[in-house]
């Protein structure tokens, strides 16, 4: 570090040299001769706790940045010394400053959905603002008769019908119970009260949505159509049929075209997710307009923070998604510096019951027993055959559920596969850093073999929290172990990521399409230290010490986004992706960490985000 401030210095003496007139030195020469040699630091960070989090935990004052990287690290004083006129000095005034949070799993490009119906900004067109139906939870549904709860939809389907005009879409809204953190829509949605024909009544020329949350919606036959026509398939052919067609909707037929629209949509989400301390978000894509939107961003500097993103749309949409993959080379870690591939997969491929845990009650032990295990992704399927293909033409697997040990089984028969088929050794495996997301359930005798394929599991406190309570009450106590344990992996060898998988700002009740047991970043964060929820502990075994649980949306989870060389952790050469917390994490009480807020984002050098109260 001394060397690098002394070779500064000497470029810094040479430059003055250069600058020296006869008998004078002109200082608006040097500044402009340091400007115009870009010798001068664009950034200054003074009076810091900065966490580098390199290997050995090194702790500095501060940091100076040129051109999006760090340039140098040192005390205040040596900082200090090479601010040039120009130089943007930054006084965090003691604060701790951590690199930025890399959020390895989280969807921008839906969550910004929650805002349809009370943010203007992010509805560019009035089709898009959803109008919210009011009272039809549980306990108003006692007083109703189902005429009753049809002549309340149909009276703001008419309206909203009559304010648009004929062919034009009406989106309306049966918001969830605000304490609802499973996502549970309104019966009326859920157990179907209202159906496709009283919704071709209600508006007989508009395309209509009638929404619960996003995986519960109930189209008319005039949407059901266009939405099938635009996709190329009918959509009960969709896994996840509403939260796939949202996607289109929304993107490839209401927006269609409008790639500037979408731009500024989604520029605005993901300054409001950077205002959380988020520097770098993964997810997949469908959409395409989702992909020109980026694309555009990307080009013209406008991107607020950076994306990884996974394709997904041959999983949705191709007829053959293993000859669609079989095809298409390996493009994972392409892109730029704010956007770019990190693999393909298919998140839901996973469902029904796929588990070898039992519940306590006979009778449900035998109910379960009648039913097939990992019916729809077994080896012989077409979600299997998918995977494996794109495994056999040297794609990296991304996003990819595993939420029960039964499909951690089948992963592992599809690296097994693929070796005994395609000859791939076990490093060459390792070295894809496979990527798979919401394992709630792993079983003891299967972190060993995580660690050996090296496959990297991705944690969500808000999947855990959601069900943890009920799978307990059911299954018993013994398997609390199998729930999200990620000091037994860490302490295997095993390689995870933590991330949200939430919409960070709270909405009104009555526009949000998904609730969470928390809004903001840090009750997130805080959970894998604490594993504290609703006043109880869950499997305080496993809980992370803070080093770690930092690590995992940080050095760790840049490696897992492909980019552990210019993310992760504020080393020299690094991109400058930073923020400032008014806490010092590292030493308040560990039931203080949810109560974290962040004051500053900062981005490749760029602020971001200031909070007022900076």
């Given amino acids: ?179 609802a953190i499973s996502g549970t829509a309104s019966p009326v949605i859920r157990q179907r009260m209202v159906n496709t024909d009283d919704l071709n009544r209600m508006a007989p020329n508009n395309p209509v949505v009638l929404s619960g949350s996003f995986g519960s919606s109930i189209y008319n036959t005039q949407a059901r159509r266009i939405i099938s026509e635009a996709i190329g398939k009918d959509i009960d052919t969709l896994d996840n049929v509403s939260l796939r067609t949202w996607y289109f909707l929304v993107y490839d037929i209401i927006l269609h075209n409008q790639t500037e629209a979408v731009a500024g949509m989604l520029k605005k989400e993901l300054e409001e997710t950077a205002s959380f301390g988020v520097t770098t978000v993964q997810t997949h894509i469908e959409p395409l307009e989702v992909l020109k939107a980026l694309n555009l961003l990307d080009r013209t500097g406008e991107m607020p923070i950076r994306w990884a993103w996974i394709h997904r749309t041959a999983y949705s949409l191709a007829k053959d998604p293993a000859e669609f993959y079989t095809l298409l080379g390996d493009f994972g870690g392409q892109g730029s510096e704010y956007f770019w591939n990190t693999g393909v997969g298919d998140e839901g491929w996973d469902g029904g019951p796929c588990s070898q845990a039992l519940p306590k009650d006979p009778a449900m032990r035998e109910q379960l027993a009648r039913l097939e295990q990992c019916a729809g992704h077994k080896p012989g399927t077409v979600k299997f055959n998918g995977h494996l293909a794109a495994l056999k033409a040297g794609l990296r697997l991304a996003d990819v559920h595993a939420t029960q040990d039964g499909t951690i089984d089948i992963i592992f028969q599809l690296f097994d596969q693929l070796m005994e088929e395609d000859g791939w050794t076990l490093e060459q495996i390792r070295e894809k850093r496979h990527f798979f997301d919401h394992p709630r359930l792993i079983r003891p005798d299967q972190i060993p073999k995580l660690a050996k394929y090296g496959l990297w599991m991705n944690m969500q406190a808000t999947g855990m929290v959601r069900g943890v309570a009920n799978f307990v009450e059911v299954y018993g106590e013994e398997y609390l172990k199998w729930f999200t344990p990620t000091k037994s992996m860490l302490e295997a060898g095993a390689r995870f990521t933590l991330a949200t998988d939430a919409h960070l700002a709270s909405v009104p009740t009555e526009s949000q399409l998904a609730a969470w047991p928390w809004y903001g970043f840090w009750p997130t964060f805080a959970f894998y230290i604490t594993r504290e929820w609703e006043g109880r502990v869950w499997g305080p075994e496993e809980k992370l010490d803070r ?33 400032v917390i008014d806490r010092d994490y590292f030493t308040i009480p560990e039931l203080d960490i949810k109560k974290i807020k962040n004051l500053m984002t900062v981005v490749g050098g760029k602020v971001i985000y200031q909070s007022p109260e900076f």
């Fill in 1 to 179: 570090m001394q060397k690098a401030i002394a070779s500064l210095k000497v470029l810094f003496t040479l430059c003055l040299l250069f600058a020296i007139v006869p008998g004078e030195v002109v200082a608006q020469e040097v500044s402009e001769l340091l400007e115009r040699l870009d010798a001068y630091p664009e950034l200054i960070v003074l009076n810091g706790k900065i966490a580098i989090m390199d290997d050995q935990l090194t702790q500095v004052q501060a940091m100076a940045i040129r051109k999006r990287r760090i340039l140098v690290l040192g005390t205040t004083e040596e900082i200090k010394e090479l601010a040039g006129p120009q130089t943007q000095i930054i006084d965090v005034k003691g604060r701790t400053v951590l690199p930025g949070i890399i959020d390895s799993h989280t969807h921008p490009h839906l969550w910004l959905y929650n805002h349809f119906g009370s943010d203007p900004d992010f509805t560019p067109d009035p089709q898009l603002k959803m109008i919210p139906i009011l009272g039809l939870h549980e306990d108003d549904l006692d007083q109703m008769t189902k005429s009753g709860i049809l002549e309340k939809i149909g009276g703001v389907i008419r309206r909203r019908a009559a304010e648009l005009g004929p062919d034009k879409w009406v989106i309306v809204n049966v918001p969830m119970n605000e304490k």
């Fill in 547 to 579: 080093i770690s649980g930092l690590r995992g949306w940080t050095t760790w989870a840049a490696e897992s986004v492909l980019r552990e060389k210019d993310l992760g952790s504020l080393e020299k050469g690094k991109l400058a992706d930073f923020i």
